[in-house]
């Protein structure tokens, strides 16, 4: 349990507002949103102890009189430090900085001082250049956005407008909130602190988390992971274009782009990405207004066809299932439901579908007893203006009490279905915009079920701040020091011998078995195969000293160090398994069919390291070219489990030689027998510790 | 031109109303809707003679005394033949059948009956069991959907309900109609009916069409293509996950997936596909309302980082270029704005943006002399409870009137926007409910605009109805008479010889040239890899002979035509053409890189049969693979005009060999040098026309 010191913040004794509370001030409109909330008691503090709005004046907090655990502030940049040190002398324990003029237009020196001043007196900052907070359980609301109601979404967020929206959206359909923090240039408190706060927080069942970059990438993954084993956290992580996308995938390097990395991240961790507010709005109001989907069977009940069969599209799409209602259910449905009413998925109950018709087939479709029932409905209305819809939602509402399952609706069009919407609204069924809006919910709702029910939890188990203290092989590391350094770190590798001259390099073949594959040893050449450097399908002892003697002669001019010989593995599917770092994450793993599928078709699964046995697993089954490891066109399927501990292990060794920046195995050899590691390039780099990520 | 008789349809000289006009029936409906438009002159028909709504009554349209062009049936489907006799019999041209419980409900028979009676007396049918039309010009709306305002956007679809919601939605925004159609069940009237009017009609500008499936491929493509040619064609198929998605992808035939197939089919003939109801109507509202896009480069103009970010992260998403401006353009706008101002793109003015500000930097964007300039804007505005967003509305709209150029905007919080929203409305300026919308609807119209300039028009060019009369080889085809067949038909093929011993197997592959490939010729070998029956890398006359005698060997059993011989293609890709036929469109042509690619990848190109040398290079570009082929990995580009002359002369045969059903050409060696055959399958079917695609 981390105790960060953000009760005083959203729970203060009293509150003051510090700054001009003149009309037309932000001090004014702040102390205005303040009274709208209800918050008391607050006093205004100014040099003139001007009050406003009924709120009381005074020339400093200590004059006021009141015990103050919260300032906010909203007076110009350059009075800010001044002001804290006053709060810091007369016990305010948390500080909310509206005020603007820092590090965002270039005044870092003023943002530094702030951050020492508070810093010497232990007060929490929130800010500077932020939209506010609320906490709507004590009806705290100093902030410049719309005022919610109260209930248990926490939205926290870099951008106080992308808040803003979804605060104005939650007012209009009436999603409760419990708590809302922009917290702008992140001085102190940043998301790290306030997902902690927030796993623990009771009035709290759902987080909202709106990022364009995090503080500390593994910080940020213990404390969602954290607070994701205890309720839903949906992420919308921005700026996504400028950098996974338009990466090229040459390298293990640039696959880890950073947005497939924060990808990774979020996944690992076990929060829900999303990628528009509408869409996470939309995912707010199906978790806090339904109960929880046991999986994706998904019924479509509709009295018309267009829209539903569209529905049907998009949730085929996003991976529901729009099964065919089974023979009992089709049974059930047929006593009651009219001869030309169509019983597949979606169920058409045509224009003239009834109340009755829309009540009893929700039923029958979750009480009737078949093996693989229906998870969740969408209820689609499409209106002509003749149509009075209010039956409809009657029955809608009906079966939903009756059945106690997750029903969706969607009326449309708005004018026409005002009243029956309303209805359905008053009675606590979830409508929804569009039927496309309707089930892009439910697969979320489906999505974060199947995070709940087994949790990918990112662990650093074994994985400390400060990796421990082994060291690479010095100097240019050759490529049989390479293998022996995979070997004595549990990495397996084909045999291998080096030989330094003919002779050697004829018997080294005959050891390892024809055909044999024979490659320079020379720390000038590194590109081998571009430098005649690499020859294949040996056959015999000739061979080997023709070999032998084609790659002496190719390395002329370069430091020769012999050969090394391999047996050549048939029969095998060549992978690529890397390593690189991340500026915010670190370490981070990578899997893929190498060559092409990964250069051409950027087929590659991420993940942030460590991964375990499991989670390497799923890595491998992530990419579109599993298939042919799992045996397409009638091969054997290759070992995955062998395959897996070649990945889990790679993943951590970074954490055993902290100067490991990159790791590249290219190609590993899989096949039903096994994983071995055909060729190995190292790169060290700066050693790393979680403290030096950027 | 075609005359196919709909201009009763639409613009009537007296409209006729049959059916019980009773409250609470639908003809009561219906002739409330008609009153409610304000077309004149109606009357009711129906055995008692009885009027409504004021509107006259009368016991039969003789009786009626009114040059009746148009009847409206709301009457049981029973009595709805009788009534079209009457209808004949009075010189009535046109019917719109509202009535259902024909071919829905699984009445053919009652369905071809009124088909046979309307033809007889040459009466155009829409319906039955529609929703009715509209035509705004003349007021004529009977239909039970709700009425929009006029304009210049038609509607036609398979489904009244959807087209309802967009009618909704029209009315709500001001998006003006000219006509609109449901055609129900299309017993007559169909989609290539509408589609053949609307090109030519002048009060419509834009058209809309929802299918689910089309009665005749080929004739909806030149259709579209037509119509698409004069006015944008937006279309949305629905229906997609039954099929292309979930389709196996094993070969040519399933690769002909049929939503994979419309896909095609719709880029083809020049429509722009879109995949729901919302993304339709945005898309009208900014073909309306926006002058046409020169481009992909779109300015974003925000007061709030977050909205816009994510903006921009769909922009990308969908091919925009979200450039930053250049030099020029930010050193005007450093002129006026302040310093804290982002001058890249998203330009963000931050929470204080003003009204100049917006103004200036929209000016400056379009005004600007740049080498590069944008072709669109999205302004965004994020206003937190205390801003006043109508100086913003303002500075947009004066310069959009300034420029003339696409501006678009997106102004949240609704609540906190409203009055600046109905502001942008009344000076046509364009608002969308989310910065996402606005995006979307942007990429659709640079979509669009690319169509336009350069036309993908679907051509029949040398197709008629009834393909030529030319013949396959007779009986079992063997490698060597279908690779003839290939050469005669002006498909590449390598140099091969045939042998039917071993001394003229031995020969031949000293004529073809070493390494040689040899393989059986035997009808009953189908797969010739797997029996032992080919061998590959012949490297001399021992080697040919020894590969004749195991060849023989591995046939022993089956008649044994001899072996075919060719030189071993190297340093080539090996790619798949084939061909296939759909049962909505005929011959369909794929084209992939085979192998894995196509089995797992379902990395394939398709197109609608026959596609001319543009189309194909179009085609094989499309495929993710595609850098394989340009020169991924150091390798030289294959003759891209090789291969897709290739492809080209491929999709013509069908219409040749009218009993081509399915070919196979697989592999294709593709180089520098060429394309030529590798290996060819081919199958016969019933003789195709277009008459007899289902």
Aim: net charge neutral.
């Amino acid at each position: 349990m981390i105790v960060n010191g953000l009760e005083s913040l959203f729970t203060p004794r009293a509150v003051a507002l510090i700054g001009s509370v003149r009309e037309g001030k932000l001090g004014y409109e702040l102390l205005r949103q303040v009274l709208a909330g209800g918050y008391r008691p607050v006093v205004a503090v100014n040099p003139k102890g001007q009050g406003a709005l009924g709120v009381p004046g005074s020339t400093s907090i200590a004059a006021s009189g009141l015990p103050i655990d919260l300032a906010v502030i909203a007076s110009p940049a350059n009075t800010v430090a001044t002001i804290l040190d006053e709060c810091g002398q007369t016990g305010v324990k948390a500080a909310v900085i509206v005020s603007s003029g820092f590090g965002e237009m270039g005044n870092k020196a003023g943002e530094e001082e702030i951050k020492r001043v508070a810093a010497r007196h232990g007060i929490r900052i929130v800010g500077p250049n932020c939209a506010g907070i609320i906490n709507t359980a004590n009806r705290l609301c100093p902030t410049l956005e719309t005022l919610p109601p109260p209930g248990h979404v926490a939205i926290i967020s870099q951008s106080g407008a992308l808040a803003g929206v979804l605060l104005g959206w939650a007012k209009r359909d009436g999603l409760g909130i419990s708590k809302f923090v922009s917290y702008g240039n992140r001085a102190d408190v940043n998301e790290v602190d306030l997902l902690e706060y927030l796993a623990d927080d009771p009035e709290t069942r759902v987080v909202c988390v709106y990022i364009e970059t995090v503080s500390d990438g593994r910080a940020f993954m213990a404390a969602t992971g954290r607070c994701a084993a205890a309720k839903p956290v949906i992420v919308i992580k921005a700026g996504r274009g400028e950098s996974g996308q338009r990466a090229t995938l040459s390298h293990t390097g640039s696959l880890a782009g950073s947005d497939a990395v924060y990808d990774a991240a979020l996944r690992q961790c076990g929060a829900i990405r999303v990628t528009s507010a509408e869409e996470m709005f939309d995912l707010c109001r199906a978790l806090t207004g339904l109960p929880r989907l046991a999986g994706r069977r998904v019924a479509i009940l509709t009295n018309s066809g267009g829209p539903s069969i569209l529905a049907a599209d998009r949730a085929e799409a996003l991976g529901l299932d729009v099964a065919e209602p089974g023979p009992e259910i089709q049974a059930q449905l047929s006593e009651f439901l009219p001869a030309h009413a169509a019983l597949k998925n979606p169920i058409d109950l045509t224009v003239e579908g009834t109340e009755k018709g829309y009540r009893e087939t929700l039923k029958a479709l979750f009480a009737t007893p078949v093996a693989k029932p229906f998870d969740a409905a969408l209820a689609i209305n499409i209106a002509p203006p003749y149509l009075d819809s209010m039956p409809i939602a009657r029955g809608i509402i009906d079966a939903t009490r009756a059945t106690g399952k997750p029903i969706v609706t969607s009326f449309l069009p708005e004018a026409v279905t005002a009243d029956a919407v309303a209805c359905l609204r008053e009675n606590e069924v979830l409508n929804f915009p569009t039927p496309e809006r309707a089930v892009v919910a439910l697969a979320n709702m489906a999505r974060l079920a199947e995070h709940q029910a087994s949790p990918v939890l990112f662990s650093q188990n074994g994985v400390s701040a400060a990796p421990s203290r082994s060291v690479l092989p010095a100097g240019p590391i050759l490529e049989p020091d390479a293998m022996r350094w995979l070997l004595a770190n549990g990495i397996p590798t084909p045999v291998f011998m080096v030989a330094e001259n003919e002779d050697a390099a004829s018997g080294a073949c005959c050891r390892v078995g024809f055909p044999a594959v024979m490659k320079v040893v020379s720390p000038d050449i590194l590109h081998k195969s571009e430098h005649g450097g690499v020859v294949v399908g040996i056959k015999d002892e000739a061979g080997a000293r023709e070999a032998f003697r084609t790659i002496r002669q190719n390395a002329k001019g370069a430091r020769f160090h012999g050969v090394v010989v391999y047996p050549q593995i048939r029969n095998s599917q060549e992978v690529l398994i890397g390593l690189s770092r991340d500026p915010q994450f670190g370490p981070v793993v990578a899997f893929g069919l190498g060559g092409i599928y990964t250069e051409v078709l950027a087929d590659v699964g991420l993940r942030i390291a460590p991964v375990d046995h499991a989670e390497a697993c799923a890595m491998i089954r992530s990419i579109r070219g599993y298939r042919i490891l799992a045996g397409a066109r009638g091969q054997k399927p290759v070992d995955l489990h062998a395959l897996a501990d070649v990945v889990a292990r790679i993943s951590e060794l970074p954490f055993e030689y902290p100067e490991l920046a990159e790791l590249d195995l290219n190609p590993v050899f899989a096949s039903p027998a096994g994983a071995v590691a055909g060729d190995v390039r190292i790169i060290r780099g700066e050693p790393w510790s979680s403290r030096n990520v950027a």
